[in-house]
């Protein structure tokens, strides 16, 4: 990601930087939690563990996505922001499907090997995901498929849905051609006209933000500050 944050910089936007939990600024040994099971408290150290928390009522994907609505508050405390964007790369790239989805302000995400929808998902451990991906009862009674069209849902909003063709880890782009022209010729039936995707032909087996991702964004950015100069900030 540090070249398309540099890219941002460089294009005069603000950037926060925010890491998942148990990574980055993040990384804590353990995080204390509750045992559901008797036996009194235990420590929560991965992704894994804190479905531990979960209640009929209440999911710990809170930790996950509360952080970005808040930071998307201060920023917004501090200065008048015309246009707020977010992008994201593997959990980065979850995490802005999924905020993106509940927060009308994020205008443009562009979730680059995030997530793929659960029917197209191989019985893996690296395409089930953590279990913020796949373990939540939250998946019951909605998809990814339903995230992607509410990313976009209000009008003057986009999301920009991007893959690896021989991605090494998991979310293998080529599945999306099987799903996403048709959620897309769906959501225009909707009069949601924001919904796109792209499919990186890399041959390198690589899980990473490609130079063609980067391009993309920062160019995405660019040609809709041009087409409103009176945006000020982004």
Not at 85 to 114: E, N, Q
Not at 194 to 203: A, D, I, R
Not at 207 to 216: E, L, M, Q
Request: proline content about 5%; aromatic content about 10%; some cysteine.
């Amino acid at each position: 990601m540090r070249s398309l944050v540099n890219g941002l910089l460089g294009d005069g936007c603000d950037v926060v930087l925010i890491s998942m939990p148990f990574s980055g600024d993040n990384q804590l040994n353990s995080i204390p939690g509750v045992n559901r099971k008797p036996g009194g408290a235990s420590y929560l150290h991965a992704h894994n563990e804190v479905g531990r928390l979960e209640t009929i009522s209440w999911t710990p994907i809170f930790y996950f996505i509360e952080p970005v609505f808040r930071a998307i508050n201060h920023a917004s405390s501090l200065r008048d922001y015309d246009v707020v964007a977010m992008a994201g790369k593997s959990g980065g790239g979850w995490s802005t499907t999924v905020a993106a989805a509940f927060d009308p302000r994020i205008a443009h995400s562009y979730a680059i090997a995030g997530t793929m929808p659960m029917y197209l998902r191989r019985i893996t451990t690296s395409d089930l995901g953590d279990w913020e991906q796949s373990g939540s009862s939250l998946w019951s009674r909605v998809d990814y498929l339903d995230l992607y069209l509410m990313g976009a849902l209000e009008a003057g909003r986009t999301a920009d849905l991007m893959w690896l063709q021989h991605d090494s880890c998991c979310f293998q782009g080529g599945r999306a051609y099987g799903f996403m022209p048709q959620l897309i010729g769906f959501a225009s039936r909707m009069g949601i006209a924001g919904l796109s995707f792209f499919v990186e032909p890399n041959t390198s087996m690589q899980h990473a933000v490609t130079p063609t991702f980067v391009d993309r964004v920062l160019g995405d950015l660019r040609e809709r500050r041009r087409r409103s100069p009176n945006t000020r900030r982004q």
